[in-house]
């Protein structure tokens, strides 16, 4: 699954960027920040995105996209509709855990990762999450076969 897509920091600036209600900034924020939590080491700047605000041609780049960063700015961009963060909504759990690995994707291109790299620091990070058993050995491996057969 590919997570970035690299963009001029204007375009998403001026098409995605959007504020929305107070309460519901609470909810995202303590998703994001439980996420962040479980990292080794913070991002300097998570940002939230909106799909929905994007012309139809950037929705269609950003369909499946979680996060992205972009050239110039050392930003993780998540995108709010994204099914990770959706679900971390929801509560603390596994997909805390699997929002953490993919802003650690992003961070590691922040560092000059390629795909590639930035994959195997995804699925090494899962891979401590489930021997520190913060999501169980089934959840854990299965989800490490969807990153593995992403090569
Ligand atoms: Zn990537």
Redesign the pocket.
Known sequence: M???WRVSCALIAAVLINPWTAAAADDYDTAVARAISLLPHRPEKVVLVVRANGTPLLREHLKRTE???TRGERVVYLVKEGETLQRALKGPGPFDCMLAVIIW??M??LDG???RE??RK?ERLWQQFVLQHRVSVDQGLRYLAVLRNRH
Request: aromatic share 6%; proline share 0%.
């Open positions: 590919a997570r970035v996060g992205f960063v994707h992003e590691a291109h990762a390629d795909e930035a994959m995804e």
